[in-house]
């Protein structure tokens, strides 16, 4: 089993939809958990970055993490064809070497028109 | 502003060649990382510097990986006698100070060994 679980999809949307993105990990060591976009040919690019349990939203994004379940969540809200691309959860414990995150499959969505 | 640099974008090697790839990171950024990500996979890590010291190479899978900043700026990866399943994407990441957890990352370069 690996450290970071991510269903890769992939899932399709129409616009304007709610779209659910899920990670579940089994190391409890992990303190810092993030998200990632990567849209096609490019390096993944940080979307939202959380230390603790609970909620943190950035515009359209809500990022929700559930460390007694090690489940975390992206949420994105009024998707759009924009956002299409594949979302990669990421995870480092505390303390860790700097920059060892360790990344799940990634999820690939297409939002259509 | 510029953002983090790779190249070559592609590169095509037959089995048993060397390799060398080039990341420029964002100027000012302290940390400079390697990661590798296969087809359908997430990044894995494979090396850190700070500055000109490499810091964590626990993540190169094998001694033909070799990784240098001799001037704590530029960065080469260079895999050495190149094999089937190094072919992927490699990717350079920098960052601020230590601020390992806001990695900014370049497009990569993807090697095809064949």
């Known amino acids: 089993q690996k450290e970071v679980e991510q269903d890769p999809g992939p899932l399709s949307v129409p616009e304007g939809a709610i779209v659910s993105l899920n990670c579940t990990y089994s190391?409890?060591?992990?303190?810092?958990f993030m998200w990632y976009r990567q849209y096609s040919r490019k390096g993944p690019e940080l979307l939202m970055y959380?230390?603790?349990?609970g909620n943190k939203e950035d515009g359209r994004f809500t990022a929700q993490v559930d460390k007694s379940s090690k489940y975390i969540s992206l949420f994105i809200r009024d998707s759009q064809p924009s956002d299409s691309a594949t979302y990669l959860c990421?995870?480092?414990?505390?303390?860790?070497?700097?920059?060892?995150?360790?990344f799940g499959k990634g999820t690939k969505l297409s939002v259509k028109p | 502003g510029a953002g983090v640099s790779q190249s070559p974008r592609y590169k095509v090697a037959k089995r048993g060649q060397d390799v060398a790839l080039r990341c420029d990171p964002i100027?000012?950024?302290?940390?400079l990382f390697w990661y590798q990500q296969a087809l359908g996979q997430g990044p894995e890590f494979l090396t850190y510097?700070?500055?000109?010291?490499?810091?964590?190479k626990s993540g190169l899978p094998s001694d033909r990986f070799f990784a240098e900043r001799p001037e704590g700026s530029v960065s080469t990866l260079k895999i050495q006698r190149t094999q089937q399943e190094d072919s992927a994407v490699y990717l350079c990441?920098?960052?601020?100070?230590?601020?390992?957890?806001?990695?900014?990352f370049g497009s990569g370069t993807q090697l095809s060994v064949l």
């Open positions: 100027s000012g950024h302290v940390s």
């Open positions: 990441a920098s960052s601020y100070q230590g601020a390992g957890e806001k990695l900014f």
């Open positions: 990421a995870m480092k414990v505390y303390g860790g070497s700097q920059g060892n995150l360790i």
């Open positions: 190391n409890s060591a992990f303190q810092y």
């Open positions: 959380t230390y603790s349990s």
């Open positions: 510097f700070q500055n000109e010291a490499q810091l964590d």
